[in-house]
């Protein structure tokens, strides 16, 4: 299996410490490709770096680390679909504006997973909004590592992993 790395300087106009690099990673076996954004000249905490993880590594994570918190962004579908057990719903629609309050759920935490259906647009946006947010915070978050769920919730789903139907908000995890 073969990589290739492409990586470009974002916001060339700005100040060096503002400067991002944008960069992309392609599997030369499996075409599916995926962004990395890195903020140069971090001030404020530790660097936080967006990775991904498979289901089955959440589930092992999860179980090991009670820091861990899974971060469901998906709108309207999370209502009729199942969900994550545990997981926290922040649709994508109003992350933004919300991005405060995930701030105070998740304290104490030092792991965030997020994800949507799929895990290629909703779920990697937002964690790299909520990834920024923090950056550019001026207390210090637990939060250290924040990671996206590879295939989202329907590739959890279909590994046959626990899904939760309940409509308690937040779901409390105990209904699987």
Known sequence: MGWLIWLRWTNADLPDHEKKIEGHIFSL???????????RGETSGMARMLSYVSAVKLVSMARSNPRLAIVDVRDEERSFQAHIPGSLHFASGSFEAR????????????????????????????????????????????VKNIMVLERGFNGWEASGQPVCRCTDAPCKGTCC
């Open 29 to 39: 076996s499996n075409p599916p490709q995926r962004t990395l954004h890195v903020r």
């Open 99 to 142: 991005m405060p309050e995930l701030a105070r759920t998740a304290a104490g935490k030092d792991t965030l997973v997020f994800h949507c259906a799929l895990s290629q647009v909703r779920g990697p946006k937002c964690a790299r909004m909520f990834s920024d947010y923090l950056s550019e915070a001026k207390d210090d978050s637990a």
